[in-house]
């Protein structure tokens, strides 16, 4: 496997950072995203994260392929939460299994003190042990639990929110 390279995403990353979300729709593990989105349903969300402190980053091979990338979502919008942010980490199904989850939230832990960010947090589903055990390997403890906040295909999920400071 030819070395993926970490790197800001740019626009022309969007329909496979998108395709990459809409592969994980269907197994109802990862998003609570019920249908797939679209590309100009995610221009803004994408267009919000060339902030300085709400980056998306991706890692491509050198055809420029992406094969997983990671973003820091605004936690909650006042200003006393700027330094803590939800990290979102999607793996192309072709990618999964070769530890590309684990460098992403490496690097996230990395890069976090130095964007002025003190709390890192993942929402997770309780069902979903394999990320469950990413964040926790990772020095993520479980902050939170939320019994039976999400409905999908007609059955109640509960959302854990995994937390972790990081100096800064």
Not at 104 to 122: D, K, Q, S, V
């Amino acid at each position: 496997m030819t070395a993926l390279v970490f790197r800001p995403a740019t626009a022309d990353d969007l329909p496979a950072i998108v395709a990459i979300y809409n592969a994980t729709i269907a197994g109802r593990m990862v998003t609570a995203e019920l249908v797939p989105v679209t590309v100009e349903a995610r221009r803004p969300w994408f267009d919000a994260h060339q902030s300085p402190t709400r980056p998306l980053w991706v890692l491509a091979g050198p055809d420029g392929t992406v094969g997983a990338w990671m973003s820091f979502d605004t936690f909650f919008p006042r200003a006393a939460y700027d330094g803590t942010v939800m990290v979102a980490i999607y793996v192309a199904e072709t990618h999964r299994r070769r530890g590309l989850g684990r460098r992403l939230l490496g690097e996230a832990i990395a890069r976090a003190p130095g964007l002025g960010l003190h709390t890192l947090l993942g929402y997770i589903f309780a069902h979903n042990a394999p990320s469950l055990a990413l964040f926790e390997s990772h020095g993520f403890a479980r902050w939170a639990h939320l019994p039976r906040v999400a409905v999908l295909d007609g059955v109640e999920r509960d959302l854990i929110i995994v937390g972790r400071r990081v100096a800064y």
